[in-house]
């Protein structure tokens, strides 16, 4: 995901995610900008998912009615 989306939506996406996978700790969700690639390496490691699907759930989360309530 670009990194300018990720930084500016992160709040919403955070929130979500920790909202739909219950075992993320605020470490695993901590955005650091400049640290980008981390974040997205630390939820694929720990969500068991790739590059491509973690993408994809983020997108899904930017476009789903979950996010778009809380901006």
Request: proline content about 0%; aromatic content about 6%.
């Amino acid at each position: 995901m670009d990194a300018r989306i990720l930084n500016r939506k992160w709040r919403e996406l955070k929130w979500a995610l920790r909202q739909r996978y219950i075992q993320l700790t605020d470490e695993d969700v901590l955005l650091i900008r400049g640290e980008e690639e981390q974040l997205m390496e630390r939820l694929q490691h720990k969500l068991g998912k790739n590059g491509q699907e973690l993408n994809a759930l983020l997108a899904d989360l930017i476009l789903s009615e979950h996010c778009q309530q809380h901006w």
